[in-house]
């Protein structure tokens, strides 16, 4: 069963923005607003690595290739977390993903959406 849903990926040029959101459908007020949520991207040929974190007192986390660019949010009354993409870069293109780590019972992630970025 899917837990967690993103949407807003796409193609752009560089210097351009995205908005990415997560949803997380199933989950109850009260599993959404105490868990730790995230955003990971893979880009082609590497790792997946961290974006950013907001957990769930929102203490954020960025990667320093993204800081001062993204910004992580989220909205625990509709279960949802956003990442505002500014700025963007070639290198941002990659699979995005949301993540969540839930109080006490696992993490769980998205199945990824595309970000492209064109030069």
């Known amino acids: 069963q899917v837990q967690l849903v993103e949407s807003g990926g796409g193609l752009v040029q560089a210097g351009g923005s995205l908005r990415l959101t997560c949803k997380a459908p199933?989950?109850?007020?009260?599993?959404?607003?105490?868990?730790?949520m995230g955003w990971y991207r893979q880009p082609p040929g590497k790792e997946r690595e961290l974006v950013a974190t907001?957990?769930?007192?929102?203490?954020?986390n960025y990667a320093d290739s993204v800081k001062g660019r993204f910004t992580i949010s989220r909205d625990n009354s509709n279960k949802k977390v956003y990442l505002q993409m500014n700025s963007l870069k070639p290198e941002d293109t990659a699979i995005y993903y949301c993540?969540?780590?839930?109080?006490?019972?696992?993490?769980?992630w998205g199945q990824g959406i595309q970000v492209t970025v064109s030069p």
């Open positions: 993540w969540q780590a839930r109080q006490n019972a696992g993490t769980y």
């Open positions: 907001i957990s769930s007192a929102r203490n954020i």
């Open positions: 199933r989950n109850i007020f009260s599993v959404f607003s105490a868990s730790d």
